[in-house]
């Protein structure tokens, strides 16, 4: 069964730095893009970061640019959201999701979040 | 910056069948986009429905269907259920590793 695990979510003051982490298991992690998505209290899914299967190659949001790092160590099975120079409106629930058959445009199985709240 | 529009509401009966679409704020959907569809209740994560315009994920009831009209992605939900009543996102691919999420829409079932 694949199962994805968020973690690292918390308190974090405004410009402050926070690491998410995403356990995965269930599934050859090494062989898929992955993906961070975040959702706002009361609002809706805003996509963030993606990686491919390597680490070699990553897109963000405009709003994640230059501040936000995807990347993987698959001898962990893990993918990672470093998140720095934290503003209260990144406030939201991470999700990490992986695609459709290795390399697709949509998103098969997430986790069920981690919460991180910027605020002072 | 493209923005991907959806209905921020919709009512429904049970038994009946409703619409939500998803659109381009400049230009029209294609299936370049490879448009897919995400369901959402309250304080869950979200559960995929449909990808590739049309194909139904695991386990998804039939009485879901994606298509492509005129210009805009669709999901059709036909002889919807008090269970159907969630918020609704569509996702589409932008080229270049870019996605955009449309704003949702949160469906009623009365």
């Known amino acids: 069964e694949v199962q994805l695990v968020e973690s690292g979510g918390g308190l974090v003051q405004p410009g402050g730095s926070l690491r998410l982490s995403c356990a995965a298991s269930?599934?050859?992690?090494?062989?898929?893009?992955m993906h961070w998505v975040r959702q706002g209290p009361g609002k809706g899914l805003v996509w963030v970061s993606r990686i491919n299967s390597d680490g070699s190659s990553t897109t963000y949001a405009d709003s994640a640019k230059g501040r936000f790092t995807i990347s993987r160590d698959n001898a962990k099975n893990t993918l990672y959201l470093q998140m720095n120079s934290l503003r209260v409106e990144d406030t939201a629930v991470y999700y990490c999701?992986?695609?459709?058959?290795?390399?697709?445009?949509?998103?098969?199985?997430w986790g069920q979040g981690t919460l991180v709240t910027v605020s002072s | 910056q493209t923005v991907v529009t959806q209905e921020p509401s919709f009512s429904v009966s049970p038994g009946g069948t409703v619409t939500l679409t998803c659109g381009l704020s400049s230009g029209s959907v294609s299936s370049s986009h490879d448009p897919s569809w995400y369901q959402q209740t309250p304080g869950q994560a979200p559960r995929t429905l449909i990808y590739s315009i049309n194909t139904r994920s695991s386990g998804v009831p039939d009485r879901f269907s994606g298509s492509i009209l005129g210009n805009k992605a669709a999901l059709t939900i036909t002889g919807a259920q008090a269970d159907d009543e969630s918020d609704y996102y569509c996702l589409l691919s932008m080229g270049s590793g870019i996605y955009v999420f449309g704003g949702g829409t949160r469906l009623t079932v009365l």
């Open positions: 269930g599934f050859t992690f090494s062989s898929y893009w």
């Open positions: 999701a992986r695609v459709r058959g290795y390399s697709g445009r949509d998103f098969d199985n």
